[in-house]
């Protein structure tokens, strides 16, 4: 369980709002929602390194009832990171954050991309995918549709085919973006299929 970190929109709802910034990231070493242990002053001092790695010193004293999404979302992120992970999951970790947020959080993402943890980004949103990402599952019904190197994956026929619509797609500063789509009629997509 250490060797791997987890950071989800769903723990957010999961705290007591009167819970402090420190202690949503301390109980990270306990792998609880919520801090039922005293940490010791190596615990105390990793979990403060990790919220000035993530330039979140500020909220340390902040109830996460009182901080906007965003804040929160970095306070989960510093959590999973206290026991040093090999790999971090990172499960839909923008749902609910706004244009400028959401961007925020990619940025302090990219920070990462110095240490040595390995992410696992879920998202059903292509422009999130940055360009520190390798490699892209593509999943369709449950199911792996498709997976490979970014650049093979992360292409209009692709997506198209992954997600049987008409995908128009633009790269940009090292990020894809979704610039149209259309569903496809169904005398075509039938003929597509055979």
């Known amino acids: 369980r250490k060797r791997i970190g987890f950071v989800s929109a769903d723990y957010q709802e999961k705290y007591a709002p009167t819970t402090l910034g420190r202690d949503v990231v301390v109980s990270g070493f306990f792998s609880s929602i919520g801090l039922y242990k005293r940490a010791n002053q190596k615990q105390k001092k990793t979990a403060n390194s990790w919220m000035e790695f993530l330039g ?24 999973a990171l206290v026991n040093r992970p090999d790999l971090l999951i990172l499960d839909e970790p923008c749902a609910g954050l706004d244009i400028p947020t959401r961007e925020c959080f990619l940025q302090t993402l990219e920070k990462l991309a110095k240490t040595k943890t390995q992410l696992i980004y879920v998202t059903h949103h292509i422009e999130e995918i940055l360009p520190l990402t390798t490699h892209v599952m593509l999943i369709n019904s449950g199911s792996v549709f498709s997976q490979g190197k970014k650049n093979k994956m992360l292409t209009r026929g692709k997506l198209s085919e992954a997600f049987n619509c008409l995908i128009e797609l633009k790269k940009n500063s090292g990020r894809y973006w979704v610039t149209g789509s259309r569903s496809r009629n169904t005398k075509h997509s039938s003929k597509q299929r055979n």
Not at 59 to 68: K, V
Not at 70 to 75: K, S
């Open 56 to 79: 979140i010193q500020s909220l340390s004293d902040e109830p996460i009832g009182r901080i906007s999404y965003g804040e929160a979302r970095r306070l989960l992120l510093a959590r």
